[in-house]
């Protein structure tokens, strides 16, 4: 969030300052320019928080590996009976897609025994479940 923050702020701060400068505003007009300005970002939020997106079901993070889909409490690790024994990295981030809809955080831990390609381009070869 502060690396979008930040510099809209700055950017914010240095063109008030150049509408100020520009128009001769006081404190009075200033004030009126800052509440006007932030009642427009206020109401085109407001605007954006009617916006939402459906939440990707990730095998382990928020759904289940085996089982109806449902609330998952995370114990901290993507570590299942399933896939304990495959020597899976945990913290590998290379997400793949099934066809049920699911995704996982890497090949190896979809049960691929091979594949092909990185990142979007990743194609399972063999799924073992």
Same mark, same amino acid.
């Not at 427009?40 to 889909?69: E, I, R």
């Not at 998952?72 to 399933?82: A, I, K, N």
């Given at each position: 969030?502060?690396? /979008? !923050? =930040?510099?809209?702020? +700055? /950017?914010?701060?240095?063109?008030?300052? =150049?509408?100020?400068?520009? #128009?001769?505003?006081? @404190?009075?007009?200033?004030? $009126?320019?800052?509440? @006007?300005?932030?009642?427009? +970002?206020?109401?085109?939020?407001?605007? $954006?928080?009617?916006?939402?997106?459906? !939440? /990707?079901? @990730? +095998? *382990?993070?928020?759904?289940? &590996? !085996? *089982?109806?889909?449902?609330?998952?409490? #995370?114990?901290?690790? =993507?570590?299942?009976?399933?896939?304990?024994?495959c020597s899976c990295l945990a913290g590998e981030w290379d997400p793949v897609c099934s066809d049920n809809d699911i995704t &996982?955080?890497?090949?190896?831990? +979809?049960?691929?025994?091979?594949?092909?390609? &990185? *990142?979007?381009?990743? /194609?399972?070869?063999?799924?073992? &479940?």
């Open positions: 969030m502060g690396e /979008v !923050n =930040l510099p809209v702020g +700055a /950017v914010g701060i240095f063109l008030g300052g =150049l509408l100020m400068k520009r #128009y001769k505003l006081g @404190v009075v007009s200033g004030t $009126q320019l800052s509440f @006007v300005t932030s009642f427009m +970002a206020y109401h085109l939020l407001l605007l $954006q928080s009617g916006t939402k997106c459906d !939440n /990707v079901k @990730v +095998a *382990g993070l928020t759904v289940s &590996y !085996n *089982g109806p889909p449902g609330p998952l409490v #995370y114990d901290g690790s =993507l570590l299942t009976e399933c896939n304990r024994d &996982y955080t890497s090949p190896c831990l +979809a049960g691929c025994s091979s594949f092909t390609g &990185y *990142g979007k381009n990743t /194609v399972p070869i063999l799924l073992m &479940y």
